[in-house]
């Protein structure tokens, strides 16, 4: 790590709890140590019998080198993947469909609700749509900007924005930092909340109401979950 982001986010750090919220308190989602997030992503291609996979954030490959699909895509500014370039060059660029997007790119509300809204419309006919880093355990590991190594950034209150649709089903599988499913079929367990702004919730909501807000199931669960 540079020392010029060890500054920044010292700064970050500060910001954050003078402007924005200090909240002490923790989660312990007791992730198992076992189950990584391509299990779940080769769980469901081989469920759902998929043929094409799109990645957006590839960092290492650790991922999306686990997929064995041939018909795959892995889009990433700096590293990893297949294409190289941010996720909107990407969708500016793209005219195909996938049956099974994976999100995990850049972790901040903004970015992550235009993901969710690009895979949306190049998403196939009963495709899925997955996204990494929903579960946060602490204010430190969702604030934006970030201000320390093990980060999940703002990504849940998308998920809490995307619940509130009729035309979407959408659960959160507890394992590897919380991966949340997508599916393009009518909402069964919506949330009914009036919020002018997801971007401004705050850790302390995600605290008290987590398992409403991300419809939070074991590994198991989301297995048979999917087979609906
Ligand atoms: C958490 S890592 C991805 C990890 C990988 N998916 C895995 O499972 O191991 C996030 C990646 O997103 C990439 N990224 C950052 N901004 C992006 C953007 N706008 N579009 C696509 N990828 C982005 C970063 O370069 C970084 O490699």
Redesign the pocket.
């Known amino acids: 790590m540079e020392i010029v982001n060890k500054r920044q986010w010292k700064i970050n750090k500060i910001l954050y709890y003078l402007f924005k919220e200090r909240f002490k308190k923790k989660i312990n989602f007791d992730f198992p140590n076992n189950l990584n997030?391509?299990d779940l992503i080769n769980q469901v291609i081989n469920q759902k019998k998929f043929n094409s996979y799109l990645?957006?954030?590839?960092?290492?490959?650790?991922?999306?080198s686990q997929i064995k699909l041939k018909d795959k895509i892995g889009?990433?500014?700096?590293?990893?993947g297949n294409f190289r370039g941010?996720?909107?060059e990407f969708f500016q660029k793209n005219n195909r469909k996938f049956d099974c997007i994976?999100i995990?790119?850049?972790?901040e509300y903004d970015?992550v609700n235009k993901d969710i809204i690009n895979s949306l419309e190049n998403l196939n006919e009963n495709g899925i749509i997955l996204l990494?880093?929903c579960l946060p355990k602490s204010l430190n590991q969702q604030a934006v900007p970030r201000y320390q190594w093990v980060w999940n950034g703002d990504v849940w209150k998308c998920i809490v924005k995307f619940r509130c649709r009729e035309d979407l089903d959408i659960v959160t599988c507890k394992i590897d930092h919380g991966i949340s499913i997508i599916r393009k079929i009518k909402n069964k367990d919506k949330l009914n909340l009036i919020i002018n702004d997801f971007k401004k919730l705050k850790f302390e909501n995600f605290y008290y109401n987590h398992k409403e807000y991300m419809r939070i199931m074991e590994y198991n669960e989301v297995l048979e979950y999917i087979k609906s």
């Open positions: 997030r391509w990645e957006i954030g590839c960092d290492d490959d650790y991922a999306f889009v990433d500014p700096s590293s990893g941010t996720s909107d994976f995990d790119g850049l972790h970015q990494h880093d």
